[in-house]
């Protein structure tokens, strides 16, 4: 891949215009795939969910059946299901707190290279205070703990 050469930045070191509407759209564009993401976890997450309500019925039947053999399969089963219900949970909140550390970068370059709005002042969100929610980066079955 090949980088171009950008023009020098202006001696008062701000960011031309240009460039500045350039980094806010790809600030914009991250966020926006970053929502699409969440609503994909989302639709994983009712898919699971609905697992989880056949599962607890084949639990009953079994139950009721005496075949001890596959509530054991599905105990198995239901557990591996919650550790995604756990990651869906984990990836979510990191998302979030993407989005919003993205969106702030964006409203933050939009205020400081365009300048504020008819009312003379730009809103910004403020970010988010903790650098990470999610400090876990693996998932195991035997490390469950609901949410």
Not at 77 to 105: K, V, Y
Request: charged share 25%.
């Amino acid at each position: 891949m090949l980088v171009q050469d950008s023009p020098a930045p202006p001696p008062d070191g701000m960011l031309p215009l240009l460039a500045a509407a350039d980094l806010q759209d790809h600030l914009m564009v991250a966020s926006n795939d970053l929502e699409r993401l969440q609503r994909l976890l989302d639709d994983a997450s009712r898919t699971l969910l609905a697992h989880f309500t056949d599962a607890t019925a084949r639990i009953e039947v079994a139950l009721a059946a005496g075949e001890a053999v596959h509530v054991r399969q599905v105990h198995v089963t239901l557990g591996n299901a919650i550790t995604a219900l756990q990651f869906q949970d984990m990836a979510s909140q990191l998302i979030t707190h993407t989005s919003r550390r993205l969106r702030n970068c964006a409203d933050r370059l939009a205020r400081d290279a365009m300048g504020d709005d008819e009312e003379g002042e730009t809103l910004v969100e403020a970010p988010p205070l903790r650098p990470n929610p999610v400090t876990q980066d693996e998932m195991d079955a035997g490390s469950i703990e609901l949410f």
